[in-house]
């Protein structure tokens, strides 16, 4: 993906980015922990949820597959950490109707923010209005309250426009987030679509946040992706509501780099008081 030069700069920059205590800290406070494997069970995930609070504070959220949303709203009451769940996941060829109905279900199972892939194939193969048709029955079946995070599958996109056009209908279509990768297709999360993504989202001038996802295992990689966030939106931009990491296998390092350890058994209990 060619980038104009400004933004390749921008992109250099950030791919040089060192991971301290403090960066892996903020790190772990954006952490979509995720576990969206095809065996995972109830059991899976109620350990996933035990290791949401760690010493080096909280993730932002879980994400797991919609026929755990409950079972992680049990385990993560009183916790603040939201529930984050996909729909059309991970191939994007489902049609407006069941997207709404996915998504409904599971809103009223508890799910504070979906992920739904984007019709990518459909748009990268030309059509404009199908695909935002889908985005756009998420989106009212998510309601307001609920964050929309649409995953856009950017390693599949031929070239840097289309995606940037994807990105912009997205946002029109009612994105709360712009994602890059389901993490089921490679390249996942590169710093060239996320330079590429943070930009449109900054032309767009509207309240749009990002999430990286897909194949961040370490703290050094997730480190350079904060970096061009500061760069691109400016410090202080990249809070939970405007940035996430999306990854499986990244906590660990950045509670090792955090002065944490990395272990699972290294968290806190989830403490069992107040709702949401
Ligand atoms: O949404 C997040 C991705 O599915 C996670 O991908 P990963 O397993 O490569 O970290």
Same mark, same amino acid.
């Given at each position: 993906?060619k980038?104009?030069?400004?933004?390749q700069?921008?992109?250099?920059?950030a791919?040089?980015?060192k991971?301290?205590?403090?960066? *892996?800290?903020r790190a772990?406070?954006?952490?979509?922990?995720?576990?969206l494997?095809?065996?995972d069970?109830e059991?899976a995930?109620?350990?996933?949820?035990?290791?949401?609070?760690t010493p080096?504070?909280?993730v932002a959220?879980v994400c797991?597959?919609?026929?755990f949303?409950?079972?992680?709203?049990?385990?993560l009451k !009183?916790?603040?950490v939201?529930?984050?769940?996909v729909?059309?996941?991970p191939?994007?060829?489902a049609?407006?109707p069941s997207v709404?109905?996915e998504?409904?279900?599971?809103?009223k199972d508890?799910?504070?923010?979906?992920?739904?892939v984007?019709?990518?194939?459909a748009?990268?193969?030309?059509?404009r209005?199908?695909?935002?048709?889908?985005?756009?029955?998420?989106?009212?079946?998510?309601?307001?309250?609920?964050?929309m995070?649409v995953?856009?599958?950017?390693?599949c996109?031929?070239?840097?426009?289309?995606?940037?056009?994807?990105?912009?209908?997205s946002?029109?279509?009612?994105?709360?987030?712009?994602?890059?990768?389901?993490?089921?297709?490679?390249p996942a999360?590169?710093l060239?679509?996320?330079?590429?993504?943070?930009?449109?989202?900054h032309e767009?001038g509207?309240?749009v946040?990002?999430?990286?996802a897909g194949?961040i295992?370490d703290?050094?990689g997730?480190?350079?992706f904060?970096?061009? *966030?500061?760069?691109?939106?400016?410090? !202080?931009?990249?809070?939970?509501?405007?940035f996430r990491?999306g990854?499986?296998?990244l906590?660990?390092?950045?509670?090792a780099?955090s002065g944490?350890?990395?272990? !699972?058994d290294?968290?806190?209990a989830?403490p069992?008081?107040a709702?949401?």
């Open positions: 993906m980038l104009p030069a400004d933004l700069q921008a992109l250099d920059k791919a040089a980015a991971a301290d205590a403090k960066v *892996a800290a772990i406070g954006l952490l979509d922990l995720t576990s494997n095809d065996d069970t059991d995930v109620e350990k996933l949820c035990k290791r949401a609070v080096a504070g909280a959220a797991i597959w919609p026929r949303v409950k079972t992680a709203r049990k385990a !009183g916790s603040g939201k529930i984050a769940t729909v059309n996941f191939k994007g060829e049609d407006a709404a109905a998504t409904k279900a599971a809103v508890g799910a504070h923010e979906i992920d739904v984007l019709p990518y194939r748009f990268i193969d030309g059509a209005t199908q695909p935002m048709s889908v985005i756009r029955a998420c989106r009212d079946a998510c309601g307001p309250d609920v964050i995070k995953i856009l599958e950017s390693g996109f031929p070239d840097p426009d289309l995606l940037a056009w994807a990105a912009r209908d946002i029109a279509a009612g994105a709360d987030f712009l994602k890059t990768s389901t993490g089921k297709v490679q999360a590169t060239e679509a996320a330079t590429l993504l943070l930009h449109v989202i767009s509207k309240t946040g990002f999430k990286a194949g295992r703290a050094a997730a480190a350079a904060l970096a061009l *966030a500061d760069q691109l939106q400016g410090k !202080g931009w990249a809070t939970p509501k405007t990491f990854a499986s296998s906590l660990d390092s950045l509670l780099a944490h350890g990395g272990k !699972g290294d968290t806190v989830v069992a008081t709702g949401y």
